[in-house]
């Protein structure tokens, strides 16, 4: 289903999604325009060589997915349930995974919710995760003091509540990746 490129892609992104939102509850705009760009590539690129001459298989419920992913997102984030990056990405995700992406949605909500019923355990992981990311950017800063890396927002005054939803959303898209 996926090329290796696109798996590479898709997993260093989740990577990168996984450690910034367990950090510093923030996923990158510029990472899902990335994406949003790459999948828009890709389909160019499928188009240009014939092979997308209709539809490409499971376009349509990727893109109806997207739009109920953004609409009833759009509604959560309002009720401050969700993050807007949170959304966003999975509405970009549901794209690339086509007719899977309501599977991508099921495991990603079991996912949550494993992770809500575990939440004790996971605000140690990320104490653990943040404070080991405050003494490496320390020891770095001596070697290069104009390396700027921010403080992760576990170990500020007021740490963030609820579940950082990109472990989630990563886990959900990682199992898409494994079946494809």
Do not use: H
């Not at 992406?101 to 809500?116: H, K, P």
Request: aromatic fraction near 8%.
């Amino acid at each position: 289903m996926f090329s290796d490129a696109a798996t590479l892609v898709l997993s260093a992104a989740l990577i990168w999604v996984v450690f910034s939102d367990v950090l510093y509850r923030r996923i990158s705009n510029w990472l899902v325009l990335g994406l949003l760009g790459l999948w828009l590539a890709g389909l160019a690129w499928r188009l240009c060589q014939g092979e997308a001459a209709v539809w490409p298989k499971g376009m349509a419920s990727g893109l109806l997915t997207a739009a109920l992913v953004l609409l009833v997102g759009l509604g959560l984030f309002v009720v401050r349930w969700v993050g807007a990056g949170d959304v966003k990405l999975v509405a970009v995700l549901s794209l690339w995974f086509g007719d899977q992406a309501l599977n991508f949605l099921l495991i990603t909500s079991m996912t949550g919710g494993v992770l809500a019923l575990g939440l004790p355990l996971l605000r140690m992981l990320e104490l653990l995760l943040a404070r080991a990311v405050l003494r490496l950017s320390q020891g770095l800063a001596l070697y290069w003091p104009r390396l700027l890396i921010p403080e992760p927002v576990m170990l500020g005054s007021s740490a963030p509540q609820g579940i950082p939803y990109g472990l989630a959303i990563a886990a959900g898209a990682a199992c898409i990746l494994s079946l494809g």
